[in-house]
């Protein structure tokens, strides 16, 4: 037995664990350990795949979050993995475990949450699976998206020197927004092809721990953050008044914001911050560095560890 057959620890050290052993074919362009995985279905095309489950109870509260809630966010945060590949959503699969005293009620609310944000995205609603039992409401999404020239952007490809940008105010989705994320698609394909991006995430565990799939993706970079730059959401205030914790700290911590990090080399990150295509929210909020870890810089110079405060599902 060697030292990587130990049992592994945390939710990210299953999924290493899994990629290094998961039986993976020619087909597979890219398999587990980003945010979609991308197969070759003939020369040019790149299928895009993801999956995500919610929980009643983890994700959503069925009471009093209400079905349709649930039906909107299960498709959202799939149309979020394939804007953080920079690709084309096509079709969902909706596989479902129903509360069996309610089923149909459910199964309905949460095709009427769907259906709209489907339409509105162009995304066909092209299968699924219904089962009922005593257990509380499950939801998988699966959803197969297109890759767009000159290719996915993945998790890997910063490069130190790098600018680091987000496409929105971070922090406090708790309070509710963690439901109603918009799927960030329009501004993946308007950064797509406006530069060339060298890595790209969608922020679901938080941007500490999200920033650092980038980083070691990238092969164990690092990263500077500038306090002052990060946009802070209203509702990160808002919690931090109830809570104690400081608005930055809910900001770069809690997860579900479902923004976008892009990491671009600092000529694009320039044109793109004076001219933001498309009228897109963009802040610049540091810098990929050569040195392993991820800092924090002050307002007053000083620059402190930042350690990954992301969400773990095995922690
Ligand atoms: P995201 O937050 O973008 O949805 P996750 O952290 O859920 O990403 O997953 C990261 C990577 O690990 C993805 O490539 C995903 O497909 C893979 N993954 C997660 N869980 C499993 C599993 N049980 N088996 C195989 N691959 C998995
Ligand atoms: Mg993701």
């Known amino acids: ?15 290493a664990w899994l990629r290094d052993r998961a039986p993976s074919y020619e087909a597979v362009e ?6 979609c995985a991308a197969l070759c279905v003939d020369s040019g095309t790149r299928l895009l795949v993801t999956t995500d489950m919610l929980m009643d ?3 959503f509260r069925l009471d009093p979050d209400g079905p349709e809630a649930v039906g909107y966010k299960a498709l959202a945060v799939n149309l979020s993995d394939i804007a953080a590949m920079a690709g084309e959503p096509l079709a969902a699969f909706v596989a479902v475990a129903l509360p069996r005293r309610d089923a149909t009620r459910i199964a309905r609310g949460l095709f009427a949450g769907m259906a709209p944000l489907a339409r509105r995205f162009g995304v066909s609603l092209a299968g699924g699976d219904t089962n009922a039992w005593e257990g509380p409401l499950v939801v998988n999404v699966t959803m197969l998206g297109r890759a767009v020239p000159p290719g996915p952007v993945t998790r890997a490809g910063a490069t130190p020197g790098d600018r680091i940008l987000v496409t929105g105010p971070l922090g406090g989705s708790l309070l509710g927004r963690h439901l109603r994320p ?3 698609i329009r501004e993946a394909l308007t950064l797509h092809r406006a530069a060339r991006l060298h890595a790209l995430i969608d922020l679901s565990d938080g941007l ?6 980038i980083l070691d993706a990238g092969g164990g970079l690092g990263a500077t953050l500038d306090a002052a730059a990060i946009p802070i959401h209203n509702d990160a205030v808002a919690l931090a008044a109830r809570d104690g914790r400081s608005p930055l700290d809910h900001a770069l911590n809690d997860g579900e914001d479902f923004e976008l990090c892009a990491v671009v080399p600092p000529d694009a990150a320039g ?3 004076a001219h933001p295509p498309a009228g897109l929210f963009l802040r610049d909020i540091g810098a990929i560095e050569a040195a392993p870890g991820l800092r924090l810089r002050q307002p007053d110079g000083t620059t402190a560890p930042l350690a990954s405060g992301g ?5």
């Open 1 to 15: 037995m060697t030292a990587r057959d130990d049992l592994p620890t945390g939710e990210f050290g299953l999924i």
């Open 30 to 35: 890219i398999g587990i350990g980003d945010d």
């Open 57 to 59: 109870g983890r994700h």
């Open 182 to 184: 918009e799927p960030r």
């Open 208 to 213: 500490s721990s999200d920033l650092g799939h």
């Open 271 to 273: 044109r793109l911050l």
């Open 311 to 315: 969400f773990d599902h095995l922690a």
